[in-house]
């Protein structure tokens, strides 16, 4: 069930109408309880066969955070410790058994058949369970966080279980902290109709975006990675420089389904972009991109490696950041690819750690004609380009089928004009995503602009969704599912 499918719209309203009806919403337990029994009903349509085994996680996750706590109250530091890493070892093994163990015997058959051994297996066929990148992460940041004393543990089961299971973000993310969202799970929830009203405006900007803007341009960027000698060069180059925006359009799309979602039930959860493609250097596209992913791995993975290495100067901050990207590469599945992915955008920081930029943030303004800066518009072009490469990598469903690609991009007819094929409307989205980004730079999402002058115009606020809702029926490419829920 598509979160942006009609069948979603229908289970939602269901959800809503009880969640706020008097008698559920007179305590939180019965809200929870009534969000715990959605989520988990949401989860097993996805794939029920997958349920046990997030309750079973939940479960231990929960047991472990209490024990943990207890430990720090009896002064039992180190066995607090041992148990923390328990915690964070299961969670890395349920994430190396359901999405490398496969890869990895994939590997091991090839090298055994490369050296001349019989071999009758070549996968395990494990099953991988939707969304587990995603809730394995939201389970050792609690453990985690109770250790680092940032969270006391929660002693209502329900509320820990609709954390973990809460289905606007199980799927794909944003990754929410329990520091953040649990205080919210503790308190009565009533109807806050502006905060409400400005989710189903983000609603309908991330289906907007997702289906008239990235299911349109798959259409191109798909294609050409079945055969990539079979279309002419200056297809694959323009297809590889709008994969960034495709994949934009439709991550960035669900997130904003899933946030504007929640803000409808009373929740806002973490924001995951903030307008990356504005980003004039490698380091702060990372800042705005995937943003619960990348501050969630710098906290457990980056911070601690950089700390023990300070030491090493910029070589240790450099090894940090190489180990840290590579497993942001790594996260996203078992392919060689994914790594190579990671590496690349490791090397891109160097010359910004040595140089001294790397944790610049300088604020962007724009010039006197209300446009970018020359200077801030040629270094957001060449930021593009470079995550374009990377991209590219990250899209390859194999390394030698990504050197096929590159070797087919350096043929003659990269000069020729390139036959794109796609309809015309999907080049008006574009110009309007692209358009929204810079003018809605320091907004959540381009349709909060409503909240000020132009919200007194009755007409223009409802000609603006009417619009918008047309061009979701009329011009919405052929239905795709969401990149990211393959992690």
């Not at 305590?27 to 349920?51: H, K, P």
């Not at 939707?130 to 939201?138: D, I, L, M, P, R």
Request: glycine residues 6%; charged residues 15%; proline residues 5%.
């Amino acid at each position: 069930m598509l979160i942006n499918s009609l069948s979603f719209l229908a289970f939602f309203a269901i959800v809503v109408v009880v969640y706020f009806a008097p008698v559920v919403q007179r305590n939180s337990l019965r809200q929870n309880l009534w969000l715990l029994l959605a989520s988990y009903v949401f989860y097993g349509l996805a794939d029920w066969r997958m349920v046990p085994l997030l309750l079973g996680a939940t479960v231990v996750f929960y047991g472990l955070g209490a024990a943990v706590k207890r430990m720090m109250n009896h002064e039992r530091w180190k066995a607090a410790s041992r148990l923390t890493t328990l915690a964070a070892a299961l969670g890395i093994a349920l994430l190396l058994y359901f999405k490398y163990l496969d890869f990895f015997g994939q590997s091991f058959a090839t090298m055994l058949a490369a050296m001349g051994f019989q071999v009758s297996w070549t996968t395990l066929h494990i099953l991988v369970p939707v969304g587990v990148s995603f809730f394995t992460f939201k389970l050792i940041s609690y453990v985690v966080e109770i250790h680092r004393e940032r969270i006391e543990p929660t002693h209502d089961f329900v509320q820990f279980a609709t954390y973990i299971a809460f289905f606007p973000t199980i799927m794909s993310g944003p990754i929410d902290r329990p520091g953040k969202f649990l205080p919210q799970l503790q308190r009565q929830h009533s109807f806050d109709e502006p905060l409400a009203l400005d989710g189903c405006r983000q609603v309908l900007w991330g289906v907007f975006t997702k289906m008239c803007v990235a299911d349109n341009l798959a259409l191109l960027t798909g294609s050409v990675w079945g055969m990539p000698a079979d279309f002419p060069a200056s297809r694959l180059l323009v297809a590889a420089l709008l994969f960034p925006l495709q994949m934009y359009a439709d991550f960035a799309g669900y997130s904003d389904m899933a946030i504007g979602v929640a803000k409808v039930l009373g929740f806002r959860v973490e924001r995951n972009f903030n307008h990356p493609y504005l980003a004039r250097n490698v380091a702060e596209y990372w800042r705005r991109w995937h943003m619960s992913l990348t501050s969630w791995i710098t906290d457990y993975v980056f911070m601690p490696l950089n700390i023990s290495m300070r030491n090493w100067g910029r070589w240790g901050t450099i090894i940090a950041v190489m180990v840290n990207l590579i497993v942001i590469g790594l996260w996203h599945g078992a392919n060689w690819t994914y790594a190579v992915f990671g590496l690349y955008h490791a090397l891109l920081f160097i010359p910004l750690v040595f140089s001294g930029s790397f944790g610049r943030n300088r604020k962007l303004k724009p010039s006197a004609h209300g446009l970018p800066k020359g200077s801030d518009f040629l270094k957001m072009l060449g930021t593009y380009c470079l995550v374009a490469i990377g991209l590219l990598i990250f899209q390859a469903p194999s390394l030698s089928r990504l050197w096929e690609y590159i070797a087919a991009l350096f043929r003659p007819s990269l000069f020729t004009l390139p036959p794109l094929g796609l309809p015309w409307f999907t080049y008006v989205g574009l110009a309007m995503l692209v358009a929204c980004e810079w003018l809605c730079r320091n907004r959540e999402h381009p349709l909060q602009f409503l909240h000020g002058p132009a919200a007194r115009s009755r007409a223009v606020r409802w000609g603006i969704y009417y619009a918008l809702i047309l061009c979701i029926f009329f011009f919405q490419g052929e239905t795709q599912q969401f990149i990211y829920f393959q992690f």
